[in-house]
């Protein structure tokens, strides 16, 4: 193909394309570049100077949202390698927030002979953002918006993980409300979905901004508490949720009377979610036995 054909084919093309020389100097690019330069309140000029150039002039972060490495830049490694190179990039935007690009690099014999290297870089913004409210969806419960089970396990895998490096405490809370099959027998799921519903609200409200409170199941509730100051920090946590008043649910005038249970165990450095659950499930059937299972009230 003739090169002003080859030139005109790239202008007509959607993606981002940039042709770099030898030395990385740019030696074209087509109008579907200089859309997503104006979009990053940039043009030509901030990219011609070096393959790296763009960072002089905004943020550049990867899929893991830190600052890119200069040197891990596709067409820098695709430069350095001859080889192909591609990465998930977030540019920044001049109002805040960021455009997503698949951004890749790869080596292309030019006129010349010489090697110079080929950039694409291909909107995938409305597909990142689908895909993050995809994820954030997955680790919600859709009825109280607290984290569930997904969620609580791998914010332990994370406490475990800090805890190995930083020392310290993590803790955890199991509960479950009593009588809760009969608010559903007597006056049906609307009801019982409200009493979940006021129960996470209730234990957001009594438990710390740095604790995760989980709906996992059912009537079942856990609340990871990390960090925590030991067994005495873990207990002041428990007091404070068995102190709230009752709050009433009503259903045609008539208030719901539901009781919970709790039980709070520190977790051990090797357990994984099911283990520290089926522990702290252990303790709160202990505290049935007890009679103290006046964690909290409803109606």
Known sequence: MHEA????VLDALPIAVMLRATDGSLLHANRATVRFLARLGLDVSHVAPSPSAMMDHIDVIDEHGRLQDRARLPVVSAMREGS?????????????????????????????????????????THRRLLEEELRAAALVDPLTGLDNRWALSAALDDAQQFRARAGGDVGLLFLDLDGF????????????????VETGSRLRAATRAVDRVCRVGGDEFAVLCAPIDGAEGLQELVARIRSLPPVPVLVDGEALAVRGSIGAVLVEPEDRLDQALRRADVAMYDHKRSDHDSLLVIG
């Open 5 to 8: 054909q080859l030139l005109a």
């Open 84 to 124: 192909d190179s591609e990465a998930m990039l977030g540019y920044a935007l001049p109002d805040g927030g960021w455009a997503w690009y698949a951004t890749r690099a790869g080596p292309l014999t030019l006129t010349d002979g010489t090697i110079g290297t080929v950039v694409t870089c291909d909107d995938v």
């Open 181 to 196: 099959k009969i608010v559903n027998d007597k006056f049906g799921h609307e009801a019982g979905d409200r009493v979940l």
